[in-house]
């Protein structure tokens, strides 16, 4: 789906890759509802963007099924449809052993990344059916086709989301939505500080480090759309994603090894 003057509902859209995705979709014709719950962070996106006409923000919890019915009429009563909606929100767990964690913070994730996804989804749909043409990207990651220690749960949720999409697209198959998956690797954001994540004091040696640098949150924005415009059902983002991808699926024992290794020191 090209992207040009259709109307784009993202959510996480208060930094990272969320306002990235909104300042490329916006350079690029759309009109876009930015969601997040963050009100600073996204008024911030909103001065970056500096496009009232074709940005509309919204304060909303996305696990709360109550406001993303108000977002949903406030951006019907600015744009007057949705044709896109692409679910970019979500934040990682503490690093520690599933053993560790809490009910509360396994809940968090898992309410955050799989059923605030969900909730979108199932109050957006609708409008993307009654278009001549709508699209539903959901965002997962690299540690949805493959474990990171210490970050099971969030792996879980994200693994989850790919089921979700999966089945979404054979479901939506014979309409006019089309639906893609992303799997980003190792974004430079600051999804760790805003999931409330203390990184482990303890660096990984260099000898033990991936020679692969992250990638921006604009470059990663930009490979989403464009893969969006091409329909594409899956998109993996930076060397790390589609290198683990290959190393997965040739074994999946050594891969695993190879990120525990990778991610000595990680956990607090």
């Known amino acids: 789906m090209k992207v040009n003057g259709k109307v784009i509902v993202v959510t996480g859209a208060g930094g990272g890759v969320g306002r990235e995705l ?18 600073k962070r996204l008024a911030e996106t909103e001065k970056l963007a500096n496009n009232k006409e074709k940005l509309s923000t919204h304060i909303c919890n996305i696990t709360k099924k109550d406001e993303i019915a108000i977002v949903l009429k406030e951006v019907i009563d600015k744009f007057g449809v949705v044709d896109g909606l692409i679910n970019n929100a979500g ?14 913070q396994i809940n968090k994730v898992m ?35 493959f474990p990171f220690p ?8 994200k693994a989850a989301i790919k089921l ?49 640098k992250m990638t921006e949150a604009d470059d990663c924005a930009e490979q ?30 050594r891969a695993i090894k190879f990120i525990s290794k990778m991610m000595a020191g990680m956990n607090q």
């Not at 594409?232 to 040739?250: A, L, P, T």
């Open 22 to 39: 909104v300042l490329n979709l916006l350079k690029k014709g759309a009109s876009v509802a930015a969601v997040d719950m963050d009100k």
């Open 91 to 104: 934040i990682i767990q503490p690093f520690v052993d599933v053993k560790d964690l809490t009910d509360a």
């Open 164 to 212: 979700l999409t999966e089945g979404l697209y054979a479901e939506l198959i014979k309409t006019n939505v089309n639906v893609t998956i992303v799997f980003p690797g190792a974004i430079a954001t600051d999804i760790a500080k805003n999931s409330d994540v203390k990184m482990g004091a303890a660096e990984p040696k260099e000898s033990e480090k991936p020679a692969m």
């Open 150 to 157: 210490g970050q099971s749960i969030y792996g879980a949720s």
């Open 224 to 253: 989403i759309i464009k893969g969006m415009e091409k329909n594409k059902f899956q998109i993996y983002v930076g060397k790390d994603s589609k290198m683990m991808k290959f190393m997965y699926r040739m074994s999946p024992k």
């Open 111 to 145: 309410d955050v990344n799989f059923f605030g996804t969900l909730n979108m989804i199932q109050a957006f749909l609708p409008l993307l059916l009654e278009r001549p043409e709508g699209h539903i990207l959901n965002v997962s990651s690299m540690g949805g086709f």
